[in-house]
Antibody, heavy 128, light 110 residues
Framework: EVQLVESGGDLVQPGGSLRLSCAAS????????MTWVRQAPGKGLQWVSY????????YYADSVKGRFTISRDNAKNSLYLQMNSLRAEDTAVYYC?????????????????????WGQGTTVTVSS | QTVVTQEPSFSVSPGGTVTLTCGLS?????????PSWYQQTPGQAPRTLIY???TRSSGVPDRFSGSILGNKAALTITGAQADDESDYYC??????????FGGGTKLTVL
């Protein structure tokens, strides 16, 4: 079964740090790009960060750039999000999601650019 | 700053048809934005419904369909059921390693 399981969410004070983890199973983790998406309480989804399969490319939403760092360990089938200088507005459920850049249809490779598998999320609360 | 717009709320009668839209605050949505749609019920993770404008994800009933209508992406539910009552989010790939979600539409089936 394809599965993503997040962990590491906690209550942290403003200015503090936290590291989230996402354990992948049921698929060849090293072949897929991965992302983090968050959802503040009562709000919508927000893309946070992206990392390519080989870690050669990493992207961040402007709201977290310079504070968050995405990384992965393909040998451990794990994705991470290091969050520093946390703010109250970072309070959210954080989901990891597998990213599909393209799919093979017959002999053609089609770009698709979507999030196909989601974890159940881990809750980060930033408060004093 | 790219803003993706969705109707905040919508209601549909059981068995009815509803079309939710996904637009841009400035400009049109094209297939090259690779619009995708996600369903989320309270307390649950999002579920992928539609990708690449109109391709249903594995296991998604064919009462869900995606398209481009005018200058927006659209999600149509035909023959709505009670368990379709959820929040629906679209997301657009705006390029250069950036994805923007719409604010979501809360669908009520009553």
């Amino acid at each position: 079964e394809v599965q993503l399981v997040e962990s590491g969410g906690d209550l942290v004070q403003p200015g503090g740090s936290l590291r989230l983890s996402c354990a992948a199973s049921g698929f060849t983790f090293s072949s897929y790009s991965m992302t983090w998406v968050r959802q503040a309480p009562g709000k919508g989804l927000q893309w946070v960060s992206y990392i390519s399969s080989s870690s050669s490319d990493m992207y961040y939403a402007d709201s977290v750039k310079g504070r968050f760092t995405i990384s992965r360990d393909n040998a451990k089938n794990s994705l991470y999000l290091q969050m520093n200088s946390l703010r109250a507005e970072d309070t959210a459920v954080y989901y990891c999601a597998r990213y599909r850049r393209n799919v093979a249809k017959d002999i053609v490779i089609l770009p698709v650019h979507y999030f196909d598998i989601w974890g159940q999320g881990t809750t980060v609360t930033v408060s004093s | 700053q790219t803003v993706v717009t969705q109707e905040p709320s919508f209601s549909v009668s059981p068995g009815g048809t509803v079309t939710l839209t996904c637009g841009l605050s400035s400009g049109s949505v094209f297939t090259s934005y690779y619009p995708s749609w996600y369903q989320q019920t309270p307390g649950q993770a999002p579920r992928t419904l539609i990708y690449n404008t109109n391709t249903r994800s594995s296991g998604v009933p064919d009462r869900f369909s995606g398209s481009i209508l005018g200058n927006k992406a659209a999600l149509t539910i035909t023959g709505a059921q009670a368990d379709d009552e959820s929040d629906y989010y679209c997301v657009l790939y705006v390029g250069s390693g950036s994805w923007v979600f719409g604010g979501g539409t809360k669908l009520t089936v009553l």
